[in-house]
């Protein structure tokens, strides 16, 4: 018979993983969400328009943390923001369109021309 206390040979409580023999298991954290990465990508892509307003949200600068205590917020119309990734790096401007449903931001003076 297997005892428990045989096979567990250590266990993070923190990132929910235990060690039983030689098999690595990941021990469910949350009954409601399902840990498995094509459900979890699924539920991404399919999100509504109210998840996916929190999930496009954008880290804030150093003095506006220390402001609000808080890392980020979802983005919003009129909002001030920095691209900090692509060819229009480090370029600000105001938030015209959150286009949720394709996923995008329309930042004014930032645009790509049409290749032809």
């Not at 929910?16 to 021990?27: D, E, I, P, S, Y």
């Amino acid at each position: 018979h297997f005892g428990s206390r045989d096979f567990i040979s250590s266990v993070e409580s923190s990132s929910a993983l235990c060690t039983l023999g030689h098999l690595l298991v990941k021990m469910k954290v949350k009954a409601t969400v399902s840990s498995t990465a094509r459900k979890a990508r699924k539920a991404h892509f399919n999100a509504p328009s109210h998840l996916r307003q929190k999930i496009m949200s954008a880290g804030l600068s150093k003095e506006l943390r220390t402001k609000y205590g808080v890392r980020s917020i979802p983005i919003r119309r009129d909002d001030e923001v920095t691209v900090v990734r692509g060819q229009f790096k480090e370029r600000e401007g105001k938030v015209v369109q959150v286009y949720r449903k394709k996923w995008r931001i329309h930042i004014e003076r930032v645009t790509r021309d049409k290749v032809n």
